[in-house]
């Protein structure tokens, strides 16, 4: 363990320097080509078995021999914002940039990988390296869906990853269970009937129902759900309405759900379909649709705990941080729902970087954050290899 501490020590400017030219040039998802090129060289040049263009842009490679098989993964792309932070090497892309850490999470795959290489390992390491963990395609895949598709699970025991997090540089988060949501779109339709605004008893208003409707859903987590059962419901859109004087005859709302999956969505889902209930009593008509997001991210006990045990050695007990449940969603879902896996989060804040936002413009993360997250990755990697054998 001491050996890998030293060597991610040894390993801090050259992944500085790595995160910050794939920071400079982010790609969208799907479209990582000089990202996937730059991290296929790289694995070569540790004399990886490399294979590229999995998934479109996705990049796998294996290090060590024989059996067993343990993952690690990483995703590349970037978002749709035009970055606006002034340091050195911010994106040279217009309306492109890496808001949420994927160029964090890549570089300490990578260094990972430069650390094991150099390690006799007993079995070997696939490094799954994935292309659009933002967005689905035209086909509603994500980065993930497309690997899996390719079959880069077969023969692995387990798989890990990191995600950045608002912890303190230098610590990591451990989650055990559910770690991530499960999240969905929802649409909902109130249709009534339009009149004249001067005479709205000979209508049926969807905006005063669509009020109703949407004060019934905001119940459903406060009176409906027990408080252990961890939920979201959030209406973020709300359409409807044509002319000041015409009493509307349809809105839409629009929303995002977020639960721990299975019976827990399920229920979620039932909650809001009865909530529909208060606008058909007041004579509307009600539909929902929900179109599937992510599956929740399920951390599983036993590979949480070498995650745990590595990063005790590596960082200090206190340095490992218990975390809970967290709302947002990450398709790594699709990885844990095949074999057992876990995600940890990465802390990257610091007096520098006090308070980042995930997804904003501004967003930055404190570099120090890179060798801590190849170490832990090596480690544990290293760790549930033994435990394979
Ligand atoms: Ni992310």
Known sequence: ???????????????????????????YGFCEYKTAKLVAETLKNLKAKVTEGVAKTGVVAEIGEGGPVVAIRADMDALPIQEETDLPF????????HACGHDAHTTCALGAAMILARRNLKGRVRFLFQPSEEQKDA?????????????????????IALHTKPLPVGSIGVTTGAALAANDTIKITIRGRASHGA?????????ATSVQVISAIQQIVSRRLPAVSPAVISITTINGG?????IAEQVELGGTIRSTGGAARQKLIAEIERSLDVGRVLGATCELEIFEGYPVTMNDSAVTEVIRASARELLGAEKVIETLFDPWAEDFGYLTAQIPGAMFWLGVTSERVPNPVWHSSKFDLDEDALAVGASVLAATAERLLKKYL
Not at 5 to 16: C, D, P, V, Y
Not at 199 to 207: C, S, V, W, Y
Not at 242 to 246: A, Q, R, S, Y
Request: glycine share 8%; aromatic share 0%; net charge negative.
């Open 199 to 207: 005479h709205p008893e000979e209508g049926i208003d969807a905006i």
């Open 139 to 159: 086909e509603g895949k994500s980065g993930a869906m497309r690997m899996l598709e390719e079959n880069v699970l077969e023969g692995v025991s387990s798989i």
């Open 90 to 97: 911010a994106s040279r892309v217009q309306k492109m940039m």
């Open 1 to 27: 363990m001491d050996g890998i501490k030293h060597e991610a020590e040894n390993l801090r400017e050259t992944l500085i320097k790595l995160r910050r030219e794939i920071h400079a040039e982010p790609e």
């Open 242 to 246: 044509i002319k000041e004087n015409v």
